[in-house]
């Protein structure tokens, strides 16, 4: 069966520092992968989708990047964290476009 | 461009009392809809999927919606809820092969 991992479940991070979220998926290959970003009363936000390795759409311009060095991981970065992204962040694959989402449980991201 | 609309963004509701949470959305085009569930500090789970063929789709834990293209609607209802099912909620929609979400219902169930 397939399964979606994704760390840590915890980060706090000063204002300015890097950042690197790791998502992998397993039981599949060549997965849909999505980056999406949980604030309080605002829904989940896409950020970023991948269709194959080196494939990143980015859906909002912003302080964060995305990689996909091989089929399964999935890599949120940024140079250098702001105030406005503490959130809670979610990884997620699908099968193919328009299929249903499967999540991992998340990274609770505090910048202080 | 396809929305999804959740009007209400939290719903209190008596254990054992039918709930109804509202979901709309806006599309010229053949449409995907999802329900998915959020549990505290966890993952969204789906609880159900309308993707075509008969416009009311059972899912998990005893939730159903009804697909009412001519209101663009998909509620999601459950005719007993159950202290387990507070949560929140999240209506959800295809479009351009990525997955659009509402801003999610918050479901309080009240002993």
């Known amino acids: 069966s397939q399964t979606i991992h994704q760390w840590p479940a915890t980060l706090v991070q000063p204002v300015g520092s890097p950042l690197s979220l790791e998502c992998t998926v397993e039981?599949?290959?060549?997965?849909?992968l999505y980056w999406y970003r949980q604030a309080a009363g605002r829904g989940l936000q896409l950020l970023f989708y991948s269709v194959g390795i080196g494939q990143i759409s980015s859906e909002v311009p912003q302080n964060l990047s995305a990689s996909r060095p091989q089929d399964r991981q999935f890599i949120l970065s940024s140079k250098k964290l702001l105030l406005s992204d503490s959130g809670f962040y979610l990884c997620?694959?699908?099968?193919?476009?328009?299929?249903?989402?499967?999540f991992g449980n998340g990274t609770r991201l505090t910048v202080t | 461009a396809q929305s999804v609309t959740q009007l209400d963004s939290q719903v209190p509701v008596f254990e054992e009392a039918p709930v109804e949470l509202r979901c709309n959305y806006s599309s010229s085009v053949s449409v995907y809809l999802f329900w998915y569930v959020q549990y505290p500090n966890q993952g969204l789970q789906l609880l159900l999927k309308y993707l075509s063929g008969s416009t009311l789709v059972k899912g998990i834990n005893g939730f159903e919606a009804e697909f009412n293209k001519s209101q663009t609607s998909f509620h999601l209802r459950k005719p007993s809820v159950h202290i387990s099912d507070t949560a929140e909620y999240f209506c959800?929609?295809?479009?351009?092969?990525?997955?659009?979400f509402g801003k999610g219902t918050r479901l309080h169930i009240l002993p």
């Open positions: 959800a929609v295809a479009r351009d092969d990525k997955i659009i």
């Open positions: 039981g599949t290959s060549n997965p849909n």
């Open positions: 997620a694959w699908s099968i193919r476009p328009n299929s249903p989402l499967h």
